[in-house]
Nanobody
Framework: QVKLVESGGGSVQSGGSLRLSCEAS??????????MAWFRQAPGNEREEVAH????????YADFVLGRFVISQDNANKNTMYLQLKYLRPEDTAMYYC????????????????????WGQGTQVTVSS
C-alpha cells in the first residue's frame, strides 16, 4: 500500500515562498514509476489539481500557477517529491495534498488517470496580504 506524507506548509506573507515535500513509501521507485500530483483545496472550494509529474519526467501545471510553482523529484532521495511555491498570493491559501496513481498508457505515452488512488493527509499553506 502506497503511503504519502506531506510536509513544509506554513504561514507566509504575500510574495513569499514555501517548499512542500511529499515522502512516498510502500512500493519501489514510486515517484519514478507512478503518476504523481499536487492538489489543493480551500474552504468552500472544490479540490483542484495544481501540478502533476509523470514518472519523474513530464510535468504539467494548472493555468493559475503562471510559472510560480515547480514540481520535481529530489535528485538525492528518489522517494521525495517537491512543490516549490514562489510569489505566493492570498488566493493560494489552501490545504495542499500529494497524490499518486498508476499511470495510464496509450500509444507510447503515459498519462495521469482521471482519479488518483493514493492520497496524503495534506499540509496547510496560508498566505496573508
Amino acid at each position: 500500500q502506497v503511503k504519502l506524507v506531506e510536509s513544509g506548509g506554513g504561514s507566509v506573507q504575500s510574495g513569499g515562498s514555501l517548499r512542500l515535500s511529499c515522502e512516498a513509501s510502500g512500493d519501489t521507485d514510486i515517484i519514478s514509476t507512478y503518476c504523481m500530483a499536487w492538489f489543493r483545496q480551500a474552504p468552500g472550494n472544490e479540490r483542484e489539481e495544481v501540478a502533476h509529474l509523470i514518472r519523474a519526467r513530464r510535468t504539467s501545471y494548472a493555468d493559475f500557477v503562471l510559472g510560480r510553482f515547480v514540481i520535481s523529484q529530489d535528485n538525492a532521495n528518489k522517494n521525495t517529491m517537491y512543490l516549490q511555491l514562489k510569489y505566493l498570493r492570498p488566493e493560494d491559501t489552501a490545504m495542499y495534498y500529494c497524490a499518486a496513481a498508476i499511470c495510464e498508457y496509450d500509444r507510447g505515452l503515459y498519462y495521469p488517470p482521471k482519479e488518483f488512488k493514493f492520497w496524503g493527509q495534506g499540509t496547510q499553506v496560508t498566505v496573508s496580504s
